[in-house]
């Protein structure tokens, strides 16, 4: 997820120590997608925990950021010594762990998984309420609504494969993603293409995700991969760890998008 967190958040990514008012809520997350949030919105000297895979460069953008926090394995029990005001996480919870927080005075704030790029926008004005941050909230919002202002006015089609051929359904919100970024996807496409769909009907555009792309799992042994080679078909990468959460952290990905498509 260096010495110091120095990016700004006028660029989408975390933002350098600061002065932090003393009353404001000490969060930790427990979800790699709440993750960015937390990274992207909250003052430094509030994070007090994020989720291991945060700290690991395969998974998460800014995981130099991460490593300056402690560790959790996602779990309230595994922050509980840091004495959070707030433990955000994502999609759900058991009541065990709603238990667990209250015993530690700590407010379980759990964010829905997004469905679409509106709960986005409305999960940034969420966690940055709570956090107490509403300047960096609306810096964040902003860049989000300068994308959607913009959005291409004309979409060249294409498809986005990952590992195994996994792509993005058509109308989810990593299709939604990549509309913004100027990609039209076909109206049937599914959420994994064969290398026989490829051999039939070749895309004239992949957006290819780098995701562990040079591990030598078996998804990135997909014959699809090695079927692209032979084919014209042109291809753009992208980093498939802004993809895990399809969250804010693919504003600056949507930009690079839409100029390599330009260019």
């Known amino acids: 997820m260096a010495a110091c967190v120095c990016a700004s958040a006028a660029s989408a990514a975390p933002a350098g120590p600061g002065?932090?008012?003393?009353?404001?809520?000490?969060?930790?997350?427990?979800?790699?997608?709440?993750?960015?949030?937390?990274?992207?919105?909250?003052?430094?000297?509030?994070?007090?925990s994020v989720t291991h895979l945060a700290q690991d460069r395969h998974e998460f953008p800014w995981w130099r950021s991460a490593r300056l926090y402690t560790a959790n394995d996602g779990s309230v029990a595994s922050v509980a010594a840091d004495q959070p005001d707030i433990i955000l996480t994502m999609g759900g919870t058991g009541r065990d762990q709603q238990r667990l927080a209250r015993a530690i005075d700590a407010e379980l704030v759990v964010i829905p998984f997004p469905q679409d790029l509106a709960a986005i926008e409305e999960a940034i004005g969420t966690v940055a309420a709570r956090l107490e941050q509403p300047a960096r909230g609306r810096r964040v919002l902003r860049q989000f609504g300068?994308?959607?202002?913009?959005?291409?006015?004309?979409?060249?089609?294409?498809?986005?494969?990952?590992?195994?051929?996994?792509?993005?359904?058509?109308?989810?919100?990593?299709?939604?993603?990549?509309?913004?970024?100027?990609?039209?996807?076909?109206?049937?496409?599914?959420?994994?293409?064969t290398a026989e769909q490829l051999l039939r009907d070749p895309p004239g555009l992949v957006i290819r995700s780098d995701y562990r792309r040079n591990q030598t799992s078996r998804g990135n042994f997909w014959p699809g991969f090695r079927?692209?080679?032979?084919?014209?078909v042109r291809q753009i990468a992208t980093d498939g760890r802004r993809w895990t959460?399809?969250?804010?952290?693919?504003?600056?990905?949507?930009?690079?998008?839409?100029?390599?498509?330009?260019?």
């Open 19 to 48: 002065d932090v008012d003393a009353r404001a809520p000490r969060v930790a997350s427990l979800n790699l997608c709440t993750d960015e949030f937390v990274l992207l919105l909250a003052e430094p000297e509030q994070i007090v």
């Open 146 to 193: 300068a994308l959607m202002r913009t959005r291409p006015e004309v979409e060249t089609e294409g498809v986005f494969l990952s590992g195994g051929g996994q792509s993005a359904a058509a109308g989810g919100i990593a299709d939604q993603w990549l509309s913004l970024a100027g990609v039209d996807q076909p109206d049937d496409q599914g959420f994994r293409m």
């Open 227 to 232: 079927i692209l080679r032979r084919l014209a």
């Open 245 to 263: 959460c399809a969250g804010p952290s693919l504003i600056p990905e949507i930009r690079r998008l839409r100029a390599a498509l330009a260019g």
